[in-house]
């Protein structure tokens, strides 16, 4: 547009006042690229500022030190070890079973009594959990049935053990030992409800599964239970997706972000300065 007009304005001074109209839009366009210059000089300014004095990590979603699997223990212990028939427990305990086959499964009852890992539980929600406990074996057999709910508690309080007894110490449902008979299975269910303000708690560095917004049971299988959570964590969950980049790969992208900002301020600046100039002239001469 620029250089269309000049080079028209030999042949028709009348373009002087477009020339008019199209300086009030440069202005505009200046005024606009000014402030974005300025919002991205101070992003590159406190990205800069990340990168040289970083956060510190924070370790309150699991401060204590010990074994998942034993409080007696601590998480460096050779022996806190989960056990290969149910990763809730430990590796030594009596419900560490071979003969048997564990699967856990779920229903969120203020949606219909839908399965719950199929769609987005909210604050306020009940959710039923079935635990299945399955004698592969024909002989009879005896198991102890334990599920660890310590990621449930982040987001929930459970309102109905089944029979069962809630330790909130260890965080875990027992429902002591259990006799099966060959082929048998044993169904036991409790249920929790979601709390009315579900918690902002940012992850800690040394759990990850830890307040990410997700209710994560083992039983067997692993259930996974995606929570409407506040948009300060969804963005905290997108950010964790982005792709890893280094240092030096930040701030050259800053740097060409600020080269191309700089850029285009300057010239809408210098096109503008030209403009008034010519303006000038014509309407001297």
């Known amino acids: 547009m620029f250089r269309k007009l000049v080079s028209s ?3 028709s001074p009348a373009l002087v006042g477009q020339l008019g109209f199209y300086s009030r839009r440069l202005n505009k366009e200046q005024a606009a690229r000014r402030l974005g210059l300025i919002f991205t000089v101070l992003a590159v300014i406190v990205q800069a500022v990340a990168l040289i004095r970083p956060p510190e990590q924070t370790y309150a979603a699991s401060p204590s030190n010990e074994c998942s699997y034993n409080s007696a223990l601590t998480k460096d212990d050779p022996n806190c070890k989960a056990c290969p028939y149910n990763p809730t427990i ?6 560490c ?10 229903n969120n009852l203020s949606q219909s009594g839908r399965p719950a890992d199929k769609g987005t539980a909210n604050p306020g929600d009940r959710v ?14 005896a198991v102890a049935i334990q599920e660890l709910i310590s990621d449930l508690l982040e987001y929930s309080t459970v309102i109905d053990a089944g029979g069962g007894t809630v330790d909130q110490s260890a965080k875990t449902i027992t429902w002591g ?3 099966l008979s060959g082929n048998q299975t044993d169904t036991r269910s409790f249920v929790i409800q979601l709390n009315d303000t579900l918690a902002a708690t940012p992850r800690a560095a040394d759990n990850l599964h830890s307040y990410d ?4 049971s083992i039983y067997g299988n692993t259930l996974n239970i995606p929570l409407n959570c506040p948009m300060g964590k969804q963005i905290e969950n997108t950010i964790e997706r982005l792709p890893k980049v280094g240092v030096g790969a930040n701030m050259l992208f800053s740097l060409l972000l600020v080269t191309i900002v700089t850029y285009l301020y300057i010239r809408s600046r210098q096109m503008n300065r030209e403009i008034n100039v010519i303006r000038r002239e014509f309407n001297v001469g």
């Open 213 to 216: 917004c997700t209710l994560t």
């Open 128 to 141: 039923q959990y079935n635990l299945h406990t399955t004698n592969i074996k024909q002989a009879g057999t």
């Open 97 to 106: 079973n071979a003969n048997v086959t564990l699967a856990i499964d779920a």
């Open 177 to 179: 030992t259990v006799k």
């Open 90 to 95: 430990w590796n030594k305990s009596s419900g």
């Open 9 to 11: 304005l030999p042949f």
